[in-house]
């Protein structure tokens, strides 16, 4: 069954700690994303890569990073510095050559006490 | 860069009313605009989509407008159902891949 795969789906986690957030694809889209979603702020972009090792920030890109060594995965970290991490956080992921829908993951929530 | 606003923040309708969700975009090159819903606590799915050369497009009781001078879209559900609540994003899309979605609406749909 061909899908985007997020891990884990909750997690907690004390103010300062890094935390990495998982994104597995079998879809072989060569296009993955980060997104940020907050009530009422809709989904705003993080980070996104069209192409393995290569990636770009998005809008609100300040407190996390992001590698592509792999075409299938696109891990992001939360680090100390982002301010306010508490989120919900969905990955997605867009063919090239594809209709141009964008499928995302289950989606992670992290919770900062 | 691109800029999509979307209203009504909240929708309440009565089952079997017509919902109407409107966006705006600011980037003339925008040429994709889809419609997701995300029902609570799960992923965004597409529902819809329409491309800048089509004014129309309809799906069953769910159809799409756009106006590409006034640089507006809308999404049309006709005979709510309950299970048509759900937040529901817009998107516009300037370049090949880089989608800008709305703020979303959530919409109530009571029995």
């Known amino acids: 069954d061909g899908g985007i795969t997020q891990s884990p789906k909750y997690l907690f986690r004390k103010e300062g700690q890094n935390v990495t957030l998982s994104c597995e694809q079998n879809?072989?889209?060569?296009?993955m994303y980060w997104y940020r979603q907050d009530p009422g702020q809709g989904l705003r972009l993080i980070y996104y890569?069209?192409?393995?090792?290569?990636?770009q920030k998005g809008d609100i890109a300040e407190g996390y990073s992001v590698s592509r060594e792999k075409k299938e995965s696109f891990p992001l970290t939360v680090t100390s510095a982002q301010k306010n991490p508490t989120a919900f956080y969905l990955c997605?992921?867009?063919?090239?050559?594809?209709?141009?829908?964008?499928?995302f993951g289950e989606g992670s929530r992290l919770t900062v006490l | 860069g691109e800029n999509v606003e979307q209203h009504p923040s909240t929708l309440s309708v009565q089952e079997g009313d017509s919902a109407v969700i409107k966006c705006t975009y600011s980037?003339?090159?925008?040429?994709?605009f889809p419609w997701y819903k995300q029902e609570l606590g799960k992923r965004p799915q597409l529902i819809i989509d329409?491309?800048?050369?089509?004014g129309e497009k309809k799906d069953q009781r769910i159809a799409v407008t756009l106006n590409k001078t006034a640089k507006h879209f809308s999404l049309h559900i006709t005979e709510t159902q309950p299970e048509d609540s759900a937040v529901y994003f817009c998107?516009?899309?300037?370049?090949?891949?880089?989608?800008?979605f709305g703020t979303g609406t959530r919409l109530l749909v009571s029995p």
């Open positions: 997605a992921s867009i063919s090239e050559y594809g209709t141009g829908e964008l499928f």
């Open positions: 879809l072989n889209h060569d296009a």
């Open positions: 890569s069209q192409i393995v090792n290569d990636f």
């Open positions: 980037d003339s090159a925008s040429n994709y």
């Open positions: 329409i491309r800048s050369n089509v």
């Open positions: 998107a516009a899309r300037p370049g090949f891949q880089k989608l800008v």
